[in-house]
């Protein structure tokens, strides 16, 4: 039988999304915008075995649905780390041997991208993560996990960092997977204009 592998995909309510780009975007804006995004994930988590999106609001399930994603409602929102590590449960508890988390705010994201990123990791010896850098602050976009439960959760600034450490402290291999479809979020007003530079 073939490795079970699923793609998790935290998403928060829209309406409390992109707040750090309020300089540039207004609520109606900076909704649209992490909606498209959120699209795109799901549509690119269905690269994976299975695609599990963990909402933060009702209208994000409701959605996540629509798009073909099995969808786990969170009692409510306590964070990127929190979601993770929920959904990493559900995988677990569905039969899953390694688990991708992928960022819901990625615009050039891809099936394709995450395709090859499952392919590569996959050739690695367990256990195994492999992590997607971000461009800039030392994030991390994409998280591959095997088994699911490899190391811990680490979101935020600086997580690349934290990943390597803790992947090296616990004797699991550790890879850095290069993609220029996961580099990019949409954190600050500088990352719009790398997006327009992308497109």
């Known amino acids: 039988m073939g490795m079970s592998t699923w793609v998790v995909v935290p998403i928060k309510d829209f309406g409390s999304a992109k707040q750090r780009l ?3 975007l207004g609520p109606r804006s900076r909704r649209a915008l992490a909606r498209r995004n959120a699209r795109l994930a799901v549509l ?3 690269a994976g075995g299975h695609a599990l999106v963990v909402a933060g609001s009702e209208a ?4 996540a649905a629509l798009w073909g994603a099995e969808v786990l409602l969170e009692p409510h929102e306590e964070g990127q780390n ?9 995988a677990v508890k569905g039969g899953a041997d390694a688990v991708l988390l992928l960022s819901s705010d990625l615009p050039l994201v891809t099936a394709g991208a995450v395709r090859q990123l499952l ?3 996959g050739r690695m010896r367990a256990p195994a ?6 461009i800039g602050r030392g994030g991390t976009n994409a998280l591959y996990l095997r088994p699911p439960l490899a190391i ?4 935020g600034d600086d997580s690349l960092a934290k990943f390597r450490e803790d992947a090296e402290a616990n004797g699991v291999h550790f890879a850095i997977h290069h993609s220029d479809a996961m580099a990019l979020d949409l954190d600050e007003p500088s990352d719009l204009t790398r997006l ?3 497109v």
């Not at 811990?152 to 979101?155: A, D, Q």
Request: charged fraction near 20%; proline fraction near 6%.
């Open 196 to 198: 327009s530079r992308a």
């Open 60 to 63: 994000v399930a409701e959605l």
């Open 22 to 24: 309020r300089p540039a």
């Open 44 to 46: 690119a988590a269905a």
């Open 119 to 121: 392919e590569s990791a």
């Open 129 to 134: 993560v492999v992590a997607v850098p971000a």
């Open 152 to 155: 811990g959760l680490h979101f």
């Open 82 to 90: 929190v979601a993770a590590r929920r959904g990493i449960a559900r």
